[in-house]
Nanobody, 123 residues
Framework: VQLVESGGGLVQAGGSLRLSCAAS????????MGWFRQAPGKEREFVAT????????RYTDSVKGRFTISRDNAKNTVYLEMNSLGPEDTAIYYC?????????????????WGQGTLVTVSS
C-alpha cells in the first residue's frame, strides 16, 4: 500500500492550498480516509476524515469552515482544500487510510500512512 501526498508548499497568511493524496495497492473505495498534521515540537493531530462514499465528513474544530476534505474514488485520491490559512496551520500534513472505523479521529484507528507534505504559512 502506498499513500503519496502532494500539494504542500509556502503560502502567505490568508492564502489557500489544495493537498492531494494518491492511493495505490488497496481497494480505495473500501477505506475511510483522513488527514492529520504535525507541527514542529507537537504531536500529530487529527484534521479531517471522510467516509468511503464521501457522504460524511468530520473536522477538528480549528479547521471547520476553512478546510474541506473530499475524495474521488475513480482516481483513488483524497483531497484537502485549505482556505484562510494562518501560521498556526504550518505543519507536515499526512494522509491516512482506515479500513474499519467510520469518521475516526484517533491515529491508532488508521492502518496506512503517507510520508507527509510540508505546509508553511508565513505571516
Amino acid at each position: 500500500v502506498q499513500l503519496v501526498e502532494s500539494g504542500g508548499g509556502l503560502v502567505q497568511a490568508g492564502g489557500s492550498l489544495r493537498l492531494s493524496c494518491a492511493a495505490s495497492g488497496l481497494i480505495f473505495s473500501l477505506y475511510r480516509m483522513g488527514w492529520f498534521r504535525q507541527a514542529p515540537g507537537k504531536e500529530r493531530e487529527f484534521v479531517a476524515t471522510i467516509s468511503r462514499t464521501g457522504g460524511s465528513t468530520r473536522y477538528t474544530d480549528s479547521v471547520k469552515g476553512r478546510f474541506t476534505i473530499s475524495r474521488d474514488n475513480a482516481k483513488n485520491t483524497v483531497y484537502l482544500e485549505m482556505n484562510s490559512l494562518g501560521p498556526e496551520d504550518t505543519a507536515i500534513y499526512y494522509c491516512a487510510a482506515n479500513r474499519r472505523f467510520t469518521l475516526a479521529a484517533m491515529r491508532d484507528r488508521f492502518d496506512y500512512w503517507g510520508q507527509g507534505t510540508l505546509v508553511t504559512v508565513s505571516s
